[in-house]
Nanobody, 124 residues
Framework: VQLVESGGGSVQAGGSLRLSCAVS????????MAWFRQAPGKEREFVAA????????YYTDSVKGRFDISIDTARNALNLQMNSLKPEDTADYYC??????????????????WGKGTQVTVSS
C-alpha cells in the first residue's frame, strides 16, 4: 500500500483546506485509516481516525467540530476537510493506514503504512 498526501498550503486563520490521501495497492475501506500531524519541534500526534467496517470516526479534541475525515470511494482516497483553521493547526499532516489495530487507534505505532506528508501553514 502506498499513500500520497496532497492539498496542503498556506491560509489565514479562519480559512479552510482539504487534504487528500491517494491510496494505491488497496482500498482505504479495507484498512484502519487516520490522519496525524507533526508541528515543528513536537512529536507526531493523532488528528482523526476512520475505523474500518463501521467502527466509527474519531477526532482529537482540538479539531472536533472543525475537521471532517471521509473516504472518497471514486478516487480511492482518504480526505480531511479542515475548516476554521487556527495558527496552532500549523504542521505537516500525514496519512496512515493500519492492517489491524491492536490497542489504541490514536497511537502512531499501530500504523503500518505512512505517506510523506503535506505541509499546512495557518497565519494569524
Amino acid at each position: 500500500v502506498q499513500l500520497v498526501e496532497s492539498g496542503g498550503g498556506s491560509v489565514q486563520a479562519g480559512g479552510s483546506l482539504r487534504l487528500s490521501c491517494a491510496v494505491s495497492g488497496g482500498r482505504p475501506s479495507n484498512y484502519e485509516m487516520a490522519w496525524f500531524r507533526q508541528a515543528p519541534g513536537k512529536e507526531r500526534e493523532f488528528v482523526a481516525a476512520l475505523r474500518r467496517e463501521g467502527g466509527g470516526i474519531y477526532y482529537t479534541d482540538s479539531v472536533k467540530g472543525r475537521f471532517d475525515i471521509s473516504i472518497d470511494t471514486a478516487r480511492n482516497a482518504l480526505n480531511l476537510q479542515m475548516n476554521s483553521l487556527k495558527p496552532e493547526d500549523t504542521a505537516d499532516y500525514y496519512c496512515a493506514a493500519a492492517i489491524w489495530i491492536h490497542n489504541r487507534f490514536a497511537d502512531r505505532v499501530e500504523y503500518d503504512y505512512w505517506g510523506k506528508g503535506t505541509q499546512v501553514t495557518v497565519s494569524s
